[in-house]
Structure formats: structure tokens, C-alpha cells
């Protein structure tokens, strides 16, 4: 699906990789809604993309079906809203783990619930379920994230074959860390060196390639990064040694440090 000319829907367009992939459809042409909670964050992009705002908290299933049912006849979905959801398991209240799943799961599935029967109407649609690398390899003080991130992707493979031959495309995009704007880069970590990033664009040129040429998944990470996850599907006892060794745990304690505020 050429996005030209096509309405798409952003959550999370008022975070680091949201703004990132407004910006770059609608440089090629696409409609945009822009959502998110922080209303005059979501104001300003909009003013400068010709967008419409609508805030919505995606923790609350009232809001969700309010965002699904004002925008019915949207033609992309881009479910890329989320929180980092970062630390040990049992540094968290029952009511942070529940934040982290309504938020990065049920949200994205309730959206795509409500809109895709409307994109298979009408015979043409496409929707991005943004997970992340830790939605292929889990780590120590991810086990929440990694808990919401693996689940995204099982939806979007199985909700791309249940949606094959309908003209709808689900797409998943995973990347790793984002330099320059974002939860990682807000986050303040210190990588081991030599360990590569990438940048908001990146995600958003994905983005595109992911609906023009309805990809199942993409990858936005250096090469070592995605052979990391690769290995992890493949050996994970073995990668989870590696990432140990490497300094995985102090890793970890800077993460939950540095996104604490975003629970
Ligand atoms: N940055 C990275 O390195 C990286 C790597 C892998 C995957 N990802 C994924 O990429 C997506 C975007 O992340 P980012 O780096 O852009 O993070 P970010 O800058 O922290 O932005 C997060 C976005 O999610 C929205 N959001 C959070 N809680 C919400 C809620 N309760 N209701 C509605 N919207 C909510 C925020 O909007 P408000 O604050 O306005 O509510 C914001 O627009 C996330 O799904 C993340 O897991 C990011």
C-alpha cells in the first residue's frame, strides 16, 4: 500500500520514534492523526504536518475505544505507543506490570480488533505493531517489557495470516537502541563500546517498508545486534551467558535507573 493520499493513525506521537514516523509519512503524503497523551506536544507536530490531534490514555479501555471508534475509516494503524517497562520482576507494583500490559498489549490489540474488520471491508488496509529487539531476546531487567514486546509479535504474525488474502497487512518492527530522541536515549545508559545504534529515521524508513512492502518484519539494529537475537531465538542459553559476561546485569541497573519515571 503506497501511503500517499492514505489516513494513518500514530499512537505515541508525541515520544522520540512517534514523531519520527509522522514526520516521515507525512513527507510522503499520508493523512495523519497524531495520538498520545501529552496534548500540546501532539498540538505543535500537528500544526507543523497539517495533522489531527487526538489525545487519548491508552491505559484505559473507555479511551482506546473512543480513539478506535472516532477513526473507523482510517487506513493505516501505526500502534507505536509504549512504556519501557524496565527492571528487575520484583521491583514492580501489580499496578505497574498491569500499566505496562494494557499500554503495550492490550492497546495495540484492541485498536487493531476495532479497525481491522474495517480495513478487510474495504479490501485494503495495513497495521504496525512496534515491538522491539527485546521482543525476540529477553534479558535480565526486561522481563515485563520483554513479557509485552514477545507477545506483540506473536499477535502480529498470527494476525498477519489470519488477515492473508484480505488486502490488510500487520507488520512488526523491532528495533534496538535508538540514539537522539526516545526512551533509550532519555534513559542516559552507558552501552559496552562497539555497541551500535540507530537512529529515530531509521525506525521511520521501516516504518514505510513495512507498509508500501508489506514486510512481516523488520529489524532496525546494527548487524551484531539482530545476530544477537538471531542466536537468542535459535540458542538462548547460550546468548543469555553472553549477555551476561558482557556486563548484561549492570546494563540492566542503569535501564531501571534511568526509566523509572516512565512506569
Ligand atoms: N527508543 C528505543 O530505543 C526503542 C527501542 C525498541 C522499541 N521501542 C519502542 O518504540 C515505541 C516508541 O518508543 P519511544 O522511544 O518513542 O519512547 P518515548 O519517547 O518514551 O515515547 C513513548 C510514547 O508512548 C506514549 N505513551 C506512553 N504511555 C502512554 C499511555 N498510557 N497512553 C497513551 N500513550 C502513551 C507517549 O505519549 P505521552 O507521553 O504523550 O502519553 C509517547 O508518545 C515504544 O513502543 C517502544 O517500546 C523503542
Given at each position: 500500500m503506497k501511503v500517499a493520499g492514505r489516513s494513518a493513525l500514530v499512537t505515541g506521537a508525541s515520544g522520540g520514534l512517534g514523531q519520527a514516523i509522522a514526520r516521515r509519512l507525512a513527507s510522503c503524503g499520508a493523512k495523519l492523526v497524531l495520538s498520545g497523551r501529552r496534548a500540546d506536544v501532539l498540538e505543535e507536530l500537528a500544526s507543523e504536518l497539517g495533522a489531527t490531534v487526538f489525545a487519548a490514555d491508552l491505559s484505559d479501555a473507555d479511551s482506546v475505544r473512543e480513539l478506535a471508534a472516532a477513526h473507523?475509516?482510517?487506513?493505516?494503524?501505526?500502534?507505536n505507543a509504549g512504556l519501557p517497562a524496565s527492571g528487575r520482576l520484583e521491583s514492580f507494583t501489580e499496578e505497574q506490570i498491569d500499566r505496562a500490559l494494557l499500554v503495550n498489549l492490550r492497546a495495540p490489540m484492541m485498536l487493531a480488533h476495532a479497525l481491522a474488520p474495517k480495513m478487510v471491508a474495504r479490501g485494503a488496509g495495513h497495521i504496525v505493531l512496534m515491538s522491539s529487539l527485546s521482543g525476540k531476546a529477553p534479558a535480565a531487567g526486561s522481563s515485563v517489557y520483554s513479557a509485552t514486546k514477545f507477545g506483540l509479535r506473536g499477535f502480529a504474525g498470527a494476525l498477519r495470516a489470519e488477515l492473508h488474502g484480505t488486502g490488510v497487512g500487520v507488520s512488526a518492527i523491532f528495533p534496538g537502541f535508538i540514539r537522539d530522541a526516545g526512551m533509550f536515549e532519555d534513559a542516559n545508559v552507558k552501552l559496552p563500546r562497539g555497541t551500535g545504534t540507530k537512529a529515530p529515521e531509521h525506525v521511520a524508513k521501516a516504518t514505510l517498508r513495512a507498509i508500501e512492502q508489506n514486510k512481516g518484519e523488520i529489524d532496525v539494529a546494527p548487524i551484531a545486534l539482530k545476530l544477537g537475537a538471531t542466536i537468542s531465538g535459535i540458542a538462548p542459553e547460550l546468548a543469555a551467558t553472553v549477555t551476561r559476561k558482557a556486563g548484561g546485569d549492570e546494563i540492566a541497573a542503569q535501564f531501571e535507573a534511568g526509566q523509572l519515571d516512565k512506569r
Amino acid at each position: 500500500m503506497k501511503v500517499a493520499g492514505r489516513s494513518a493513525l500514530v499512537t505515541g506521537a508525541s515520544g522520540g520514534l512517534g514523531q519520527a514516523i509522522a514526520r516521515r509519512l507525512a513527507s510522503c503524503g499520508a493523512k495523519l492523526v497524531l495520538s498520545g497523551r501529552r496534548a500540546d506536544v501532539l498540538e505543535e507536530l500537528a500544526s507543523e504536518l497539517g495533522a489531527t490531534v487526538f489525545a487519548a490514555d491508552l491505559s484505559d479501555a473507555d479511551s482506546v475505544r473512543e480513539l478506535a471508534a472516532a477513526h473507523e475509516d482510517i487506513d493505516i494503524l501505526i500502534a507505536n505507543a509504549g512504556l519501557p517497562a524496565s527492571g528487575r520482576l520484583e521491583s514492580f507494583t501489580e499496578e505497574q506490570i498491569d500499566r505496562a500490559l494494557l499500554v503495550n498489549l492490550r492497546a495495540p490489540m484492541m485498536l487493531a480488533h476495532a479497525l481491522a474488520p474495517k480495513m478487510v471491508a474495504r479490501g485494503a488496509g495495513h497495521i504496525v505493531l512496534m515491538s522491539s529487539l527485546s521482543g525476540k531476546a529477553p534479558a535480565a531487567g526486561s522481563s515485563v517489557y520483554s513479557a509485552t514486546k514477545f507477545g506483540l509479535r506473536g499477535f502480529a504474525g498470527a494476525l498477519r495470516a489470519e488477515l492473508h488474502g484480505t488486502g490488510v497487512g500487520v507488520s512488526a518492527i523491532f528495533p534496538g537502541f535508538i540514539r537522539d530522541a526516545g526512551m533509550f536515549e532519555d534513559a542516559n545508559v552507558k552501552l559496552p563500546r562497539g555497541t551500535g545504534t540507530k537512529a529515530p529515521e531509521h525506525v521511520a524508513k521501516a516504518t514505510l517498508r513495512a507498509i508500501e512492502q508489506n514486510k512481516g518484519e523488520i529489524d532496525v539494529a546494527p548487524i551484531a545486534l539482530k545476530l544477537g537475537a538471531t542466536i537468542s531465538g535459535i540458542a538462548p542459553e547460550l546468548a543469555a551467558t553472553v549477555t551476561r559476561k558482557a556486563g548484561g546485569d549492570e546494563i540492566a541497573a542503569q535501564f531501571e535507573a534511568g526509566q523509572l519515571d516512565k512506569r
